[in-house]
């Protein structure tokens, strides 16, 4: 049976909450990134920044050079254990109003999850990849 762990991106672009949110966002245009995990100094999930939570700033005429990722960032993310299945793992997706979904082992940020992760997931499940 295929878990989490199994169709998530493990090499994880991170950032922390103390980064300057223009830094954050320059990284997340730079790589194509529509999302953040947001960790601290022991990798635990404290947060994700998303494309949605940066568009704020559009919005604010005040200069906001000194904000950090932690002002803008969604704090206490849901997050799927590794061990968890794929189905659980969809649950997730479906039902969160997200795209992607960090993955913990023993509470530590080992990996994400998009949708599209997922898609490939199901391929290989259905052995529709060649």
Request: with cysteine; proline share 5%.
């Amino acid at each position: 049976m295929f878990k989490a762990i199994d169709v998530g991106t493990k090499m994880v672009i991170t950032t922390k909450p103390e980064t300057p949110i223009y830094d954050a966002i320059r990284l997340m245009a730079g790589r194509k990134i529509t999302g953040l995990p947001v960790v601290d100094a022991e990798l635990n999930v404290v947060g994700v920044l998303s494309e949605k939570d940066v568009l704020k700033l559009l919005y604010d005429t005040r200069d906001r050079a000194g904000q950090t990722v932690a002002d803008y960032m969604s704090p206490h993310p849901v997050t799927v254990e590794a061990s968890a299945s794929l189905i659980d793992l969809c649950d997730c997706l479906i039902s969160g109003n997200f795209r992607r979904v960090p993955i913990t082992q023993g509470g530590k940020l080992c990996a994400v999850a998009s949708i599209s992760d997922v898609l490939q997931g199901i391929l290989r499940i259905k052995r529709q990849t060649p």
